[in-house]
């Protein structure tokens, strides 16, 4: 049985830093594309961003330049980096994976 873990959310001021991960485990074949979807309060889920086995990456206008996504597959780990954070992405943050599934969230509350 596969199950993709997250972690890393937490408490943060506007303008500040956090860096969530995402670990696969279990019977893994082959990883494509790892992503990062979110759910505001309130809110439906929404993509945030993506990046393929070739380390090619998408982002949603509402974090470009500010998020980074990133993988280490060695460590079938996928990361998203957030920079500038703003009130407006506090939300509960999942990994979902093609044909493995989605993590069981982690959330991220920016606030002063």
């Known amino acids: 049985q596969v199950q993709l873990v997250e972690s890393g959310g937490g408490l943060v001021q506007p303008g500040g830093s956090l860096r969530l991960s995402c670990a696969a485990s279990?019977?893994?074949?082959?990883?494509?594309?790892m992503t990062w979807y979110r759910q505001p309060p309130g809110k439906e889920r929404e993509w945030v961003a993506g990046?393929?086995?070739?380390?090619?990456?998408n982002y949603a206008d509402s974090v470009k330049g500010r998020f980074t996504i990133s993988r280490d597959n060695a460590k079938n780990t996928v990361y998203l980096q957030m920079n500038r954070l703003k009130p407006e992405d506090t939300a509960v943050y999942y990994c979902?994976?093609?044909?493995?599934?989605w993590g069981q969230g982690t959330q991220v509350i920016v606030s002063s």
């Open positions: 979902y994976v093609p044909r493995m599934g």
């Open positions: 990046i393929s086995s070739g380390d090619i990456t």
């Open positions: 279990g019977s893994i074949v082959s990883i494509n594309v």
